[in-house]
Antibody, heavy 124, light 108 residues
Framework: QLQLQESGPGLVKPSETLSLTCVVS??????????WGWIRQSPGKGLEWIGT???????SSNSSLKSRVTLSLDKSKNQFSVKLTSVTAADTAVYYC????????????????WGKGTTVTISS | DIQMTQSPSSVSASVGDTVTITCRAS??????LAWYQQRPGKAPNLLIF???SLQSGVPSRFTGSGSGTDFTLTISSLQPEDFGTYFC??????????FGGGTKVEIK
């Protein structure tokens, strides 16, 4: 069955770049119906959508983060990644990757399979 | 941006009770709403998509309803494993996705 696993450094210094990778197993990252998302959750807070990378490689991201976010696909390794530049303490969170499906593209997106999450702390 | 407001923020109920959680969108999102359960320390788990479609493997005691701006998640005959925080998520304004603030369900 489909599984996702996030990886990356647990500690990043302020002003540096946070880089995370999500390895996908059990399905092809290139499959037409599969799109891939990043979501984060700050301590004790709710969920925040970071961005989505579509199977075509096109991307979209939260307008509040847009200038700092880069999403990418690596089809050869069946994985996708996110980079967040100029991080601050406000970027401390658990970061999740998830498969994003659409009920009736481009409407009705939902995340049906999630990774376990990785905790990232921004601190010097 | 579309804002999603959930109520109540928390609820405590007994096993066997019916629990109702509401989610209100700041704009019409048609039926493009999903619900998730998140247990402490775990990733969210999809329950409902397209407002009322039950995700495969999710017990039938979970029911979603609504359209436009007002949505409801109903848990019938609450079970001990239903504790956690429930989030709604809208998906009408492509490609932006936004979540509600969450409703914490505790078992008495």
């Amino acid at each position: 069955q489909l599984q996702l696993q996030e990886s990356g450094p647990g500690l990043v210094k302020p002003s540096e770049t946070l880089s995370l990778t999500c390895v996908v197993s059990g399905d092809s990252i290139s499959s037409d119906r599969n799109h891939w998302g990043w979501i984060r959750q700050s301590p004790g807070k709710g969920l925040e959508w970071i961005g989505t990378i579509f199977h075509t490689g096109s991307t979209s991201s939260n307008s509040s983060l847009k200038s700092r976010v880069t999403l990418s696909l690596d089809k050869s390794k069946n994985q996708f990644s996110v980079k967040l530049t100029s991080v601050t303490a406000a970027d401390t969170a658990v970061y999740y990757c998830a498969r994003t499906l659409y009920y009736d593209f481009p409407y009705g997106a939902y995340m049906d399979v999630w990774g376990k999450g990785t905790t990232v702390t921004i601190s010097s | 941006d579309i804002q999603m407001t959930q109520s109540p923020s928390s609820v405590s109920a007994s096993v066997g009770d019916t629990v109702t959680i509401t989610c209100r969108a700041s704009q019409d999102v048609s039926r493009w709403l999903a619900w998730y359960q998140q247990r402490p320390g775990k990733a969210p788990n999809l329950l409902i998509f397209a407002a009322s479609s039950l995700q495969s493997g999710v017990p039938s005691r979970f029911t979603g309803s609504g359209s436009g701006t007002d949505f409801t998640l109903t848990i019938s005959s609450l079970q001990p494993e239903d504790f956690g925080t429930y989030f709604c998520q809208q998906a009408n304004r492509f490609p932006s996705l936004t979540f509600g603030g969450g409703t914490k369900v505790e078992i008495k």
